[in-house]
């Protein structure tokens, strides 16, 4: 590869990720319904013609924010399971439960921080486009399976219910990231991110009528 090459390769790189640092701006503070490709053009600071050149519909956009915010979940998590080799080889093992948590508590954060794309549940172009991008399914596979290792852990080790499906688990760790909650309780302005995160936290493996959270403390496990 030439000099001119490489200099133009690298000028795409930047194009792409600034219109999918736009994508994933607007995605997460009108959704996907709202955004719109002039929109995405605007805050990428390009023509919509060049933009179409490297993405070439509104789904693309779209998959491109999500296969960009899985890697950094699977980042996070690999993150994650490094740590907790090390600690088990110090002696001091870490509960797959508290993994799990952590997990949680980072794409809530996520949200809260607006770089969590929000996407419709129900819209067929999408969820084909979505289907179909090699890239997002091989990432969401991926991370699914890293999840679903500390869910089977927990499940056994009786810090989960045995009997639910594992699969309900996996779609309820799933669900906070995307979780209208953390909005809602953030636009009110009378609480912080982390009063906010450690009440879902709490909620969603213990329950309603589980142990109360304080403010900036974890629930006890």
Same mark, same amino acid.
């Given at each position: 590869?030439?000099?001119?090459?490489?200099? $133009?390769?690298?000028?795409?790189?930047?194009?792409?990720?600034?219109?999918?640092?736009?994508?994933?701006?607007?995605?997460? #503070? $009108?959704?996907?319904?709202?955004? #719109?490709?002039?929109?995405?053009?605007?805050?990428?600071?390009?023509?919509?013609?060049?933009?179409?050149?490297?993405?070439?519909? $509104?789904?693309?956009?779209?998959?491109?924010?999500?296969?960009?915010?899985?890697?950094?979940?699977?980042?996070?998590?690999?993150?994650?399971?490094?740590?907790?080799?090390?600690?088990?080889?110090?002696?001091?093992?870490?509960?797959?439960?508290?993994?799990?948590?952590?997990?949680?508590?980072?794409?809530?954060?996520?949200?809260?921080?607006?770089?969590?794309?929000?996407?419709?549940?129900?819209?067929?172009?999408?969820?084909?486009?979505?289907?179909?991008?090699?890239?997002?399914?091989?990432?969401?596979?991926?991370?699914?399976?890293?999840?679903?290792?500390?869910?089977?852990?927990?499940?056994?080790?009786?810090?989960?219910?045995?009997?639910?499906?594992?699969?309900?688990?996996?779609?309820?760790?799933?669900?906070?990231?995307?979780?209208?909650?953390?909005?809602?309780? $953030?636009?009110?302005?009378?609480?912080?991110?982390?009063?906010?995160?450690?009440?879902?936290?709490? #909620? #969603?493996?213990?329950?309603?009528?589980?142990?109360?959270?304080?403010?900036?403390?974890?629930?006890?496990?």
């Amino acid at each position: 590869m030439n000099a001119r090459s490489a200099i $133009k390769e690298q000028i795409q790189r930047v194009r792409e990720e600034a219109i999918v640092t736009a994508v994933n701006r607007l995605l997460a #503070t $009108k959704g996907y319904d709202a955004m #719109t490709v002039d929109e995405v053009a605007a805050e990428a600071g390009m023509a919509k013609a060049s933009l179409y050149k490297l993405f070439t519909s $509104k789904e693309e956009l779209a998959g491109a924010a999500m296969v960009g915010v899985l890697d950094r979940a699977l980042a996070f998590v690999d993150g994650l399971r490094s740590a907790a080799d090390a600690a088990a080889e110090a002696g001091q093992p870490i509960a797959a439960l508290e993994q799990l948590k952590a997990v949680v508590r980072w794409a809530m954060r996520t949200q809260l921080e607006g770089q969590m794309p929000s996407l419709p549940a129900q819209n067929s172009n999408l969820s084909a486009s979505l289907q179909s991008n090699d890239a997002y399914m091989d990432r969401l596979i991926a991370l699914s399976n890293r999840l679903s290792i500390w869910i089977t852990e927990a499940q056994t080790r009786g810090q989960l219910p045995a009997g639910l499906p594992a699969e309900l688990v996996l779609y309820t760790l799933f669900a906070r990231a995307c979780d209208p909650v953390l909005g809602l309780l $953030k636009e009110s302005g009378q609480y912080s991110d982390d009063q906010i995160i450690d009440w879902v936290t709490g #909620t #969603t493996f213990y329950g309603l009528a589980g142990p109360a959270v304080a403010p900036g403390a974890a629930p006890s496990a």
